[in-house]
């Protein structure tokens, strides 16, 4: 795996923190996360999906939730300090942040966007999110991970 190291597990090392890399079985197009957890034998709890959205105020926000949840955008924009938030169009992700659908993580982005992760990555000893590219995913302490993207975390999945 070390030579299939990405930007994301770089970023990792420079700040000194400790990960697991894993890797998953895939195909060109995204796995689900539900699929992710499941081909890495995860709680899915555990493993989180990056999602980006657009605030009313034309900022972009990043949502980092359970792969099993859905984002509640009411939720998530008062997280944000937004009127309203929406989901960005898959084709401005790449340019946005510079990774694929399926592929997002809140490490590396081409810019710090404000993030945030929901609360119940408190409850879990390890977190895991997209090492940024397909079939590639870091497990780390969730406190580590919050620091480095210096996110906030809230309720913002739904019930």
């Given at each position: ?15 000194k ?6 890797e998953?079985?895939?195909?060109k197009?995204?796995v ?22 657009r ?17 509640d ?5 008062k997280?944000a ?19 694929v ?54 309720h913002?999945?739904?019930?």
């Amino acid at each position: 795996m070390a030579s299939d190291k990405t930007n994301v597990m770089r970023v990792l090392e420079q700040h000194k923190i400790t990960y697991k890399p894993h890797e998953y079985p895939h195909g060109k197009d995204a796995v689900d996360g539900v699929s992710v957890a499941e081909l890495l034998g995860q709680n899915p709890d555990q493993v989180f999906k990056t999602l980006v959205a657009r605030g009313k105020s034309g900022g972009f926000h990043v949502f980092v939730i359970p792969v099993a949840k859905e984002l509640d955008l009411k939720k998530a924009a008062k997280a944000a300090g937004e009127k309203s938030v929406e989901m960005v169009h898959v084709k401005e992700l790449l340019g946005l942040t510079g990774y694929v659908r399926g592929g997002c993580s809140p490490v590396g982005m081409k810019k710090a966007f404000p993030t945030v992760f929901d609360e119940s990555v408190n409850n879990v000893p390890t977190v895991m999110v997209s090492a940024g590219k397909i079939g590639f995913q870091i497990e780390c302490a969730p406190a580590d991970l919050i620091k480095l993207v210096r996110a906030t975390t809230a309720h913002i999945t739904t019930d």
